[in-house]
């Protein structure tokens, strides 16, 4: 099976073809969490473009965050839709710690404990040949 192959199955992201998000996922690939800034003006754009809406330039580059976060809000999935996707499964949304309204989705397995505001870390996770950040709760 093809790398493309896998990703139109599972949904994975077009990691080098896509120019507005291909910078997040080649430092996801470096163990890295980016989040998408205008060099000019400074503004966060999340979710991230090669545009920035404030100030109108195309200067945008990817800093570095910390890759701690605290849960803002979950689902548990358990109709199952696709066969790569067995349910049941949670889809959690995370703010991140250091850039507050900015948040992400990650994917946990099962029905876990969980509680709005816990603290919650990035674990980078490949599939397909593409590294994810996903989230875990934070041990301790
Ligand atoms: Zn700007």
Redesign the pocket.
């Given at each position: 099976m093809s790398d493309s192959t896998i990703r139109i199955r599972t949904g994975l992201p077009p990691v080098t073809e896509d120019p507005d998000t291909r910078g997040f996922f080649e430092a996801a690939a470096q163990g890295r969490l980016v989040i998408a800034a205008?060099?000019?003006?400074?503004?966060i754009i999340h979710l991230p473009s090669s545009f920035?809406?404030?100030?109108?330039?195309h200067?945008v580059s990817w800093r570095d965050v910390a890759p701690r976060g605290t849960l803002h809000s979950w689902t548990v999935v358990e109709h199952q839709v696709h066969p790569d996707f067995p349910v049941p499964y949670t889809c959690v949304l995370v703010e991140l710690d250091e850039l507050p309204g900015v948040r992400l989705l990650g994917h946990l397995d099962g029905r876990p404990e969980l509680r709005i505001g816990m603290p919650m870390v990035v674990e980078f996770v490949e599939v397909g040949g593409v590294t994810i950040p996903d989230w875990v709760p934070a041990q301790g």
């Open positions: 205008c060099e000019l003006c400074q503004r920035c809406a404030e100030c109108g330039r200067s």
